[in-house]
């Protein structure tokens, strides 16, 4: 784990995933969040931080 | 504009995510090697995407967008003219002397190629000039959350202040870097959606065109008068002034962005830092430029109260500097808002954190090293740059607050800017390429140039700006403006480092090896694989540019 830390790319990609997951729970859970501008982004960047994540550094 | 839970979510997790990189790095720096100049170790994709995040701080990105509503489309040639040329010229041309030479920094460049006291100028008016823009970074952020969020102007400041200290105190440049890339990303993800659902808002790009006057939605057509075009100047003043003068200034002689080419892992990657961002940079209008373009489409086609508009300002004028803002209020709803929020601050934390490190690597080794105390331990400078990023913040906060004192300093800070990089290519140009440049002329040429860029802005008026000696030459726009004093300044640099280095004994020849192009020795094709290499990557780069300058022709 302290490994992949190190990696730039593996930062980058779990932040993405933070931030998508805010979006997308909030998007299912909250009326204020209920806007389709909040699911395509927060889809957009879960595959994104994933992507990321399984990059090499 | 306010916040919620979700939004105040997304800016927590960026702040400790920021801190958490400084943290990682910290591990790693046991040398002042390691902490001033990240030890040449960084691979290439990172050193790629900081090069052009180190140029994404919020002035240029709320700038270009600001940009894009004044002046249209005509804004993308700060990129498909300036930038792109100049990022490969470094490239291809000047990375095998910065990188190849082992100097640490632009100014020590100057100091092996010219002397001390060329070093020297350049050291101190960057010094100065860095930590003035950093402060104005954080003035800028401040302010922003002042008035779209109301939130208390002193707590932004030292906040902000705080989390880039503690990054960059932790880690160093590489922790600067790594953020940099960071907040690359959060920048591009952050605003992307923006631009998809404000274009289609305005009916896309076809009703845009028919909406606006031609002049905003043509790059070239109306630049054949200074009277056609909303920026005021003509082709050749443009080409010049921004393609050459200010462009390769900034992108060739701009230790903040060269910094990150320079710690790349070899030549190669040092020679392609520059080319692999000239690509993401190509496309960086989409997300600068479109928004101010769209922005103000809306604004003139607006029939409704509840339609968007751009801002007024207090003279009932468009308030330009709060079209972003004002775009990511309009369209983005809660969760989105506080990425949108995000991306913002992190541009500003981008550029504060840019200056600061270019800061301390110039002060500890341009200034302090060379200067003060020569022969110290390595463990003394590791040290004394860590004490020096703490005062870069102290006082990036006080000109923060002197920014908030006087409202033209950024206007001013700008324009002496313009003034000390404006000439300082011609130098490097001659440096470089012309063996016979001698430290004398360099010297004299950049005082040269400065002082003809003064002259010129004295004798030129635009937007009530400049004119001081006497308002001969009225020019439409203040960016028009700047690129005429940009030319004067270079020029007069040019013409003087020629005559006085005609007149003043140049170095030998074995002194200037590996410093000057014809002194050093070539090396072509190390690697392998064609599109690896700088020269295809470039010729490549330099046929889409061509072809995006002629589909908006």
């Known amino acids: ?57 | 504009m306010s916040l919620h839970f979700a939004d105040y979510l997304v800016i927590f997790i960026y702040f400790v995510f920021v801190v958490a990189v400084g943290f990682i790095i910290k591990k790693k720096i046991t040398s002042s090697n390691d902490f001033l100049n990240s030890n040449r170790s960084i691979p290439l994709w990172i050193t790629s995407l900081a090069f052009i995040s180190a140029n994404l701080g919020a002035q240029e990105v709320l700038g270009m967008v600001a940009s894009g509503a004044k002046y249209g489309i005509m804004t993308v040639h700060f990129y498909w003219v300036g930038a792109i040329f100049a990022m490969i010229f470094l490239g291809v041309f000047m990375m095998p002397f910065y990188y190849g030479s082992k100097a640490r920094s632009v100014p020590e460049y100057l100091f092996l190629r010219f002397d001390e006291k060329t070093r020297a100028l350049n050291a101190l008016t960057f010094a100065a000039m860095t930590i003035f823009s950093s402060g104005i970074s954080l003035y800028a952020l401040a302010k922003l959350l002042e008035v779209i969020l109301h939130w208390n102007f002193d707590l932004c400041i030292w906040i902000a202040a705080g989390i880039v200290m503690a990054y960059t105190l932790l880690g160093g440049l590489t922790s600067a870097v790594y953020n940099e890339v960071l907040q690359f990303f959060l920048i591009v993800l952050g605003l992307s959606p923006l631009v998809i659902v404000a274009l289609q808002d305005a009916g896309g790009w076809d009703t845009i065109k028919t909406n606006l006057e031609p002049q905003l939605t043509h790059a070239w057509k109306y630049m054949g008068s200074p009277d056609s075009n909303p920026m005021g100047i003509q082709f050749m003043s443009l080409i010049f002034g921004l393609g050459f003068v200010m462009s390769f200034g900034y992108w060739c002689t701009d230790f903040l962005v060269v910094q990150r080419a320079m710690i790349a892992k070899n030549m190669s990657a040092a020679q392609r830092t520059p080319i692999i961002a000239a690509i993401p940079k190509m496309f960086m209008p989409l997300i600068v430029v479109l928004p101010g373009v769209i922005a103000i489409a809306l604004t003139k086609s607006a029939m409704d109260a509840g339609d968007y508009r751009i801002p007024s300002d207090a003279a009932g004028g468009y308030d330009y500097t709060m079209t972003l803002p004002s775009l990511i209020a309009y369209y983005y709803p809660s969760g989105l808002l506080g990425v949108g929020i995000t991306a913002l601050i992190a541009s500003f934390m981008s550029g504060m954190a840019g200056n600061v490190t270019a800061f301390n690597s110039v002060f500890t080794y341009d200034i302090y090293q060379a200067y003060f105390f020569k022969n110290k331990s390595d463990k003394h400078y590791l040290n004394v740059g860590k004490l020096v990023t703490l005062f870069g913040i102290l006082f990036s906060i006080g000109t923060a607050y002197i920014a908030a004192s006087f409202n033209n300093i950024n206007d001013f800070l700008q324009l002496v800017f313009s003034f000390v990089n404006g000439p300082l290519f011609a130098t490097f140009l001659l440096g470089m390429f012309w063996k016979r440049t001698t430290g004398h002329g360099a010297f004299w040429g950049l005082v040269a140039g400065t002082l003809a860029a003064a002259v010129t802005h004295g004798l030129t008026i635009a937007e009530g700006k400049g004119g001081w000696i006497s308002p001969i030459y009225p020019v439409s726009s203040g960016m028009g403006q700047a690129f005429i004093v940009a030319s004067f300044s270079w020029i007069a640099n040019f013409l003087t480092t020629i005559a006085v280095s005609l007149f003043t004994k140049p170095k030998s020849d074995e002194e200037l090896r590996g410093l000057v192009y014809s002194l050093t020795e070539k090396v072509y094709g190390t690697e392998k694989r064609w599109y690896l290499r700088p020269a295809p990557l470039s010729i490549i780069l330099l046929v889409i540019t061509i072809l995006l300058n002629i589909i908006f022709f």
């Not at chain 1, 969040?33 to 994933?50: A, W």
């Open chain 1, 1 to 57: 784990m302290s490994e992949k830390l190190n990696q730039l790319s593996f930062v980058i990609g779990v932040f993405f995933i933070l931030v998508a997951l805010v979006l997308l729970i909030g998007y299912a859970t909250t009326t204020s969040l209920k806007h389709s501008i909040n699911l395509y982004t927060g889809l957009g960047m879960m595959v994104f931080g994933l992507i990321m994540i399984r990059l090499k550094a």
